[in-house]
């Protein structure tokens, strides 16, 4: 059995989300890049590979 996402890697994910909503209601746009927001461009970037294999946020936890 694999582990389940934890509260924390929960927390984490709701705040990174949060600062993408922001980020769009500014920018129009989802494309944060590392030299916008490094955090949040990073973030991003393993969420577009992470839904391109097949584990989006919401069926990450029922993959784990």
Same mark, same amino acid.
């Given at each position: 059995k694999k582990p389940s996402i934890t509260q924390?890697?929960?927390?984490?994910?709701?705040e990174n989300f949060s600062?993408? &909503? @922001?980020?769009?209601?500014k920018?129009?746009?989802t494309r944060a890049k590392t030299n916008d927001n490094?955090?949040?461009?990073?973030w991003v970037a393993?969420?577009?590979a992470s839904i &391109? @294999?097949?584990?989006?946020?919401v069926k990450r936890e029922q993959k784990s």
């Open positions: 924390e890697q929960e927390k984490l994910w709701e600062m993408l &909503k @922001n980020f769009h209601e920018h129009e746009h490094p955090q949040l461009g990073r393993g969420n577009d &391109k @294999n097949g584990v989006s946020p």
